[in-house]
């Protein structure tokens, strides 16, 4: 599986922006796939992800009720729309997809068997 990662840049706080991320080489909809987010000297951390079938979401504490992950099997592209950006949002963002036969998106990133380079977002206040 290929990922490709795209959509940073930088914004002001309180913008958004929408990420992309596009996989070829193997039946998307089978993934469970995974955005996550990474600063210069911190582990990389959980943002979102959703379920091979889309019915499943989550997200960490710090973006919920601003980010939303969806997906576009016809597209083979998930997304993660982020809203009411603020300085601390700033980071590299990778999406992952889970080849796990349950379809489930996970926390740690251990369970994610691809990855895509990552997009550099960065929120100015």
């Known amino acids: 599986v290929q990922l490709q990662a795209s959509g940073g840049g930088l914004v002001q706080a309180g913008d958004s922006l929408r990420l992309s991320c596009a996989a070829s080489?193997?039946?998307?909809?089978?993934?469970?796939m995974g955005w996550f987010r990474q600063t210069p000297g911190k582990e990389r951390e959980f943002v979102g992800g959703?379920?091979?079938?889309?019915?499943?979401?989550g997200y960490a504490d710090s973006v919920k009720e601003r980010f939303a992950m969806s997906r576009d099997d016809s597209r083979n592209t998930v997304y993660l729309q982020m809203n009411s950006l603020k300085p601390e949002d700033t980071a590299l963002y990778y999406c992952?997809?889970?080849?796990?036969?349950?379809?489930?998106?996970?926390?740690?990133?251990?369970?994610?068997?691809?990855w895509g380079k990552g997009t550099l977002v960065t929120v100015s206040s």
């Open positions: 992952a997809a889970s080849t796990r036969g349950d379809g489930l998106y996970y926390l740690d990133p251990a369970r994610y068997r691809y």
């Open positions: 080489g193997r039946t998307f909809s089978s993934l469970g």
């Open positions: 959703i379920s091979r079938s889309g019915s499943s979401s």
